[in-house]
């Protein structure tokens, strides 16, 4: 059986909101921090024109319907001819992004800030948290759980008779950490909130792989079936404007 604990006002003042006050000051703290370690690198104009490249065959195949056969067909010619085609990339040409990022210092530094600056912080934080706070039940959750959640709320707490629904202090840092994206949106803007589980997918990321772009693009140019319909415009236009007289 379960036993209720009875929590004390005092953790309420001394650890729950310290400890919640806390992990958003740091949040910002490192939001700002990171914005003035974010060097701004001059584009690529390689990279710019395929990127303009791929943003002009998905209007093509978005528009596709809006235009004569003669015209769409000499366009796709136009992007996916296999000797000079604009999405057409030659065998052995194709960018690697990763090496691209080892080739490239300035890169490589930026992915390393951006890894310290969530990296440093956390480690900083959970030390502290574990230092003077490990130990307490800060907080309950008002409906039940089931045995499966014992070991992410109850981080720190070995007591097999406490209520799933109680929060120790430590495992109130986690949740705090990976639950507070829609109060940073609210602060920093929907473009600026820190996601730190966002952030440790990205540390394997290599960057813009532009070959797999421009070739998927090509494919769908390819299998594109053209259905023009203009043609049935002026059938359809009449047939709505009899249903509207009836």
Do not use: C
């Amino acid at each position: 059986m379960a036993e209720d604990l009875v929590l004390d006002t005092a953790i309420r003042d001394w650890v729950l909101i310290p400890l919640s006050v806390v992990m958003v000051l740091i949040g910002i703290l490192r939001y700002f921090v990171s914005k003035l370690m974010r060097s701004s690198p001059s584009p690529d104009a390689k990279i710019v024109k395929e990127g303009q490249v791929i943003i002009r065959a998905r209007n093509l195949k978005a528009g596709a319907n809006f235009i004569p056969l003669r015209s769409f067909r000499t366009r796709r010619l136009y992007f996916s001819n296999e000797e000079n085609g604009l999405l057409h990339v030659p065998k052995g040409q194709g960018t690697n992004p990763q090496a691209q990022m080892f080739s490239d210092p300035n890169m490589a530094m930026d992915m390393m800030k951006k890894n310290l600056s969530m990296i440093i912080p956390q480690a900083l934080t959970f030390a502290w948290v574990n230092f003077f706070f490990s130990g307490f039940v800060a907080a309950k959750i008002p409906f039940p759980l089931t045995q499966r959640f014992r070991s992410m709320l109850q981080n720190g707490i070995d007591l097999s008779t406490v209520d799933v629904s109680y929060v120790s202090s430590r495992s109130w840092y986690f949740l705090n950490l990976f639950g507070l994206r829609g109060l940073f949106s609210l602060i920093l803007g929907d473009e600026n909130a820190i996601d730190d589980t966002q952030r440790m997918m990205q540390m394997g990321g290599f960057g813009f792989d532009a070959s797999k772009s421009l070739g998927a693009e090509k494919d769908g140019l390819d299998i594109i079936q053209h259905d023009w319909a203009l043609p049935r415009f002026e059938q359809r236009a009449e047939s709505v404007l009899r249903k509207l007289v009836k």
